[in-house]
C-alpha cells in the first residue's frame, strides 16, 4: 500500500490477556517507531528500529512490552498480561532513512481497549 | 539528551485572530524541528519542520514557525485563527545521538477556536 498500515484497527480485550499489533511500513523505509498516546496526551515513545541495528528499547515500559522488527519490513509489539492501563491507541510510524530531516510517516493507530 | 516542552496544555483564541503555540527544546545536536497536528479522531499530519535551513518556516494551512537557537524556542503561529484550527498540536526535536536516532514529541497543546 501507499503509507504505514496497521492492524488490527480495534482490539478489545481481557485483562491479563495477551496481544498482537502488526505494523506494515511503507516499502524500503529503514526506520521505524512505535508510540503509545492514552487518552488525551502526548505521544509516548516506546521502541525504533533501524535496519538491522539493534533497536532502542528504552521506552518499554515494562518486560511485558516486546517488539520484533525482520529486516526493513512488518514489525510486531506484543503485550503480554494486559492491564487496564495498557488501553490506549498504539501508533506506528516510518521515515525512509533515520536522517534527521525526513519527516514520520504515520499509520492511522490500533486502538487498544483493555477490559 | 533531548526534551521538548510546550508551555501551555490548552489555548484558546477568537476565530480570527492571532494563535501562538509555543515550543522550547533541548538537545545535544543541532536537531530538526517539527510541528504536527491531530485532528479528533484523525491521524497525525505534518504542519512544518525546520532543517537548518531558513529559519522562518511556512508550513501548511497558513501556520509558519520560527527557529530561534538563543531562545532554544520553535513557536507555531497564524495571524488568524480558524474553527478548522481546533486540534492537538505537537512540536517535535528528532537528531542524531550517539548510536541511534530519537524522534520526542512534547505533550502536545489542544487549541480551541471560539466562534
Known amino acids: 500500500g501507499a503509507g504505514v498500515s496497521q492492524s488490527p484497527s480495534n482490539k478489545v480485550t481481557e485483562k491479563g490477556k495477551d496481544v498482537e499489533l502488526r505494523c506494515d511500513p511503507i516499502?524500503?523505509?529503514?526506520?521505524l517507531y512505535w508510540y503509545r498516546q492514552r487518552l488525551g496526551q502526548g505521544l509516548e515513545f516506546l521502541i525504533y528500529?533501524?535496519?538491522?541495528?539493534?533497536?532502542?528499547k528504552s521506552g518499554l515500559p515494562s518486560d511485558r512490552f516486546s517488539a520484533e522488527r525482520t529486516g526493513e519490513s512488518v514489525s510486531t509489539l506484543t503485550i503480554q498480561r494486559t492491564q487496564q492501563e495498557d488501553s490506549a491507541v498504539y501508533l506506528c510510524a516510518s521515515s525512509p532513512t533515520p536522517r534527521a530531516n525526513e519527516k514520520l510517516f504515520f499509520g492511522s493507530g490500533t486502538q487498544l481497549s483493555v477490559l | 539528551a533531548q526534551s521538548v516542552t510546550q508551555l501551555d496544555s490548552h489555548v484558546s483564541v477568537s476565530e480570527g485572530t492571532p494563535v501562538l503555540l509555543r515550543c522550547n527544546y533541548s538537545s545535544s545536536y543541532s536537531p530538526s524541528l517539527f510541528w504536527y497536528v491531530q485532528h479528533p479522531n484523525k491521524g497525525l499530519q505534518l504542519l512544518l519542520k525546520y532543517t537548518s535551513a531558513a529559519t522562518l518556516v511556512k508550513g501548511i494551512n497558513g501556520f509558519e514557525a520560527e527557529f530561534k537557537k538563543s531562545e532554544t524556542s520553535f513557536h507555531l503561529t497564524k495571524p488568524s485563527a480558524h474553527m478548522s484550527d481546533a486540534a492537538e498540536y505537537f512540536c517535535?526535536?528528532?537528531?542524531?545521538?550517539?548510536?541511534?536516532?530519537?524522534?520526542?514529541f512534547g505533550p502536545g497543546t489542544s487549541l480551541s477556536v471560539i466562534p
Open positions: 516499502s524500503g523505509h529503514t526506520a
Open positions: 528500529f533501524q535496519g538491522n541495528s539493534a533497536p532502542d
Open positions: 517535535v526535536v528528532r537528531g542524531l545521538g550517539t548510536s541511534y536516532d530519537k524522534v520526542i
